[in-house]
């Protein structure tokens, strides 16, 4: 079997997220370094505080300031922290039931080692330097051995309140193509196109995905399509893209590989943008070290007859 | 909600179950390369062929390997094409099963093709599943599912619920029951290793890996047709617990026992239980949550500790169980499936065999 193709692929989502009121309120009084917990009808104060009670689903609004001081419920070790958590050196996974409040609140815990931590334990908040209205405006907890913290009556009414946040994302993943897609990659490198037979209908799929979606079966036989095609049908791109540098207007088209079942699509060079046409027969145009062909230029042959490519998608 | 069967409503059953072997990658494969072997597998066992199926159904996620619109490529594997009676849930393949066992229900469809896959070996998949949290008070913070499920192990030992021999000895038996399973990543004796996330060690976690898997329900006479000892559904439902971690008893597991009431489990004792614990410690909530004592023989295919690819995992139980009933090895199985930190959703399906 031929090495396995891979690459590295990042994936980023800098997702924009807009807060209900007592998110909002909550997540503000963490700026100010006050902690805001939710009062529910029958008089259990939920922190981190929801919108909505999680038993009855009714909305809940009656905010009450909770102490920065509290009681862990549960904890886990970690001793090797992953790369965007609390804290990079390692620490305890807590639930911490804060003074005041009737549920926990997950986050770290500072401490010097497992043997420090238990269920229990008395902690307070450690503040970030720098609070921006985020769950992170509380760096971690830290072991306390003091008295409740008194918490001192905020209303939970704040000027300028945040309303959203920016919840950052990235993944770091090793994609890698499988084996009809790798086949169609190599293939490429030698500068051929190579797609992939179906044994049922007879049916070339350029690229290849490895199954044929009409029988449900997988495709192997290997088969080497082009380099000429025909133009089945295109349109012409007046706006100019992002970090590519092409000049517009320029002409995009499904191209029909001689010999392929459907057509791959590529940009048209070679011939001014408002001559090209359906039917124009067109060949692959390679730079040097490209992976890919750069774009389709005419080939000059006479156009193809309508019939040979008009069931070609 | 639920689900029961109501009298009047068709019986319904499992009829065929494949799976692939499960493994820590799948790297020479794309999803539809890793999963039509699995759909021809299932399909040749009842005789069906794609255009015979009414209904079908998939689970599974993009996030595993970071590959947006998978499942539409991944159907190309079914033969897709003229289009046919399809949808997909973003989670894992049990609850396609439900949706597809309400189609057959309504009577819109006789027989269901239902599968599901994931590839977790492409990406960092502690750090993916932190991304279904709460984003606005956790998934900032990155817990990783181990660390939620250690924070869950630590609370079980806190109260007296388990410690760390019996969590081991979960792990060992799981692992060695596994030896009878082809299918499964890890078998035998399997270390229980270093603390990953304290109280966790590494035998107390899943193998990560890549898999997938497909069953077939059919309605009625059809379910008899199709199978010798058809694996007939009493029920399926499926609940879910409080988003907020720290609102709920993580010792318990009150969804679950729900779900397992709505579906009938509770009505007479069961002979085998799939449940679908990927940590140790999970197997402690549900057995109790579930009412399993001694009597019940639990995942006696290995369960997720020996294989767990993320989105088939639930799906594989009830095939597992399916697949116990059609070899006259149980005649009234529970089958369970989880999705979200610390068993925060809960699917329990009920299956019977005919009489003997
Ligand atoms: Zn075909």
Redesign the pocket.
């Known amino acids: 079997m031929p090495e396995v193709l891979k690459a590295p692929l990042v994936v980023e989502f800098p997702f924009t997220r807009s807060l209900g009121p007592v998110q909002s309120a909550f997540l503000t009084g963490l700026r100010e370094r006050v902690v805001l917990g939710v009062k529910t009808r029958d008089g259990r104060t939920l922190v981190p505080p929801v919108e909505y009670d999680p038993v009855t689903a009714e909305e809940i609004r009656d905010l009450v300031e909770v102490a920065p001081t509290g009681t862990v419920t549960t904890w886990a070790w970690n001793h090797e922290p992953r790369r965007d958590q609390p804290l990079d050196t390692p620490f305890a996974w807590v639930l911490v039931r804060l003074d005041g409040a009737d549920t926990a609140l997950l986050h770290a815990l500072d401490a010097p080692g497992p043997d420090s931590v238990h269920t229990g334990m008395r902690v307070r908040v450690r503040w970030a330097q720098e609070r921006a209205g985020a769950i992170t405006d509380i760096a971690c907890f830290e072991p306390y051995d003091g008295e409740p913290a008194e918490p001192a009556g905020h209303s939970g009414e704040f000027d300028d309140a945040v309303t959203g946040i920016v919840a950052a994302a990235r993944l770091d993943y090793t994609y890698s193509p499988g084996r009809a897609q790798s086949a169609y990659i190599n293939a490429l490198s030698d500068r051929r196109t190579v797609g992939e037979r179906?044994p049922?209908?007879r049916?070339v799929y350029v690229p290849p995905r490895g199954a044929?979606p009409?029988?449900g079966?997988a495709t192997s036989e290997q088969v080497e399509v082009g380099p000429g095609g025909t133009v089945t049908t295109f349109c012409v791109v007046n706006i100019k893209a992002k970090n590519l540098d092409i000049e517009v207007p320029y002409v995009y088209a499904h191209i029909a590989l001689d010999g392929a079942g459907l057509a791959l699509h590529g940009r048209i060079g070679g011939i001014p943008y408002d001559q090209v046409r359906m039917g124009l027969r067109v060949e692959p145009v390679w730079t040097e070290g490209a992976r890919y062909p750069d774009h389709y230029r005419p080939t000059g042959e006479p156009d193809a007859d309508y019939d040979t490519y008009k069931e070609l998608p | 909600m639920t689900r029961h069967a109501p009298a009047t409503a068709r019986d319904i059953a499992v009829v065929a179950f494949a799976q692939t072997d499960h493994r820590r990658t799948s790297d020479d494969l794309s999803e539809v390369e890793m999963l039509m072997p699995v759909l021809h597998e299932v399909l040749d066992l009842t005789g069906l062929r794609t255009a015979d199926i009414g209904f079908t159904c998939s689970g599974s996620s993009d996030y595993l390997a970071g590959r947006a619109f998978s499942f539409t490529l991944a159907l190309d594997g079914v033969g897709a094409w003229p289009p046919i009676s399809e949808s997909h849930v973003e989670m894992d393949g049990a609850w396609a099963l439900y949706e597809a066992w309400t189609k057959l229900l309504t009577g819109d469809a006789d027989t269901a093709l239902v599968y599901a896959y994931g590839k977790s070996s492409p990406g960092p998949l502690r750090d993916v599943l932190t991304r279904q949290l709460d984003p606005y008070y956790v998934a900032p913070l990155w817990p990783d599912s181990v660390a939620l499920a250690a924070l869950q192990a630590q609370a079980l030992i806190d109260a007296g619920d388990t410690d760390e021999s019996a969590l081991a000895a979960i792990a060992a038996r799981s692992r060695s029951d596994a030896t009878a399973n082809p299918h499964a990543q890890l078998r035998g004796p399997v270390p229980q290793g270093a603390p990953l996330v304290r109280p966790l060690r590494t035998g107390d976690c899943p193998p990560i890996g890549d898999g997938a898997a497909a069953v077939i329900l059919a309605a009625g006479e059809r379910a008899r047709e199709l199978c010798a000892r058809p694996a007939w559904i009493r029920g399926v439902d499926h609940r879910i617990e409080a988003h907020s971690l720290g609102v709920r008893d993580l010792t318990d597991s009150p969804s679950a026992r729900l779900a397992a009431e709505r579906a009938g489990a509770f009505e007479r004792p069961v002979d085998t239980a799939e449940l679908h614990a990927p940590f140790t410690s999970q197997e402690v909530v549900l057995r109790k949550a579930l009412r399993l004592d001694d009597a019940v023989r639990v995942n006696p295919s290995g369960g997720a500790l020996a294989a767990n690819p993320v989105m088939a995992a639930g799906l594989v139980r009830i095939g597992e169980a399916a697949a116990r009933i059609h070899r006259g090895d149980s005649d009234r199985a529970l089958a369970h499936a989880t999705s979200g930190p610390c068993l925060q959703q809960n699917l329990v399906a009920v299956l019977e065999g005919d009489p003997r």
């Open positions: 179906c049922s209908c049916k044929c009409t029988c079966v």
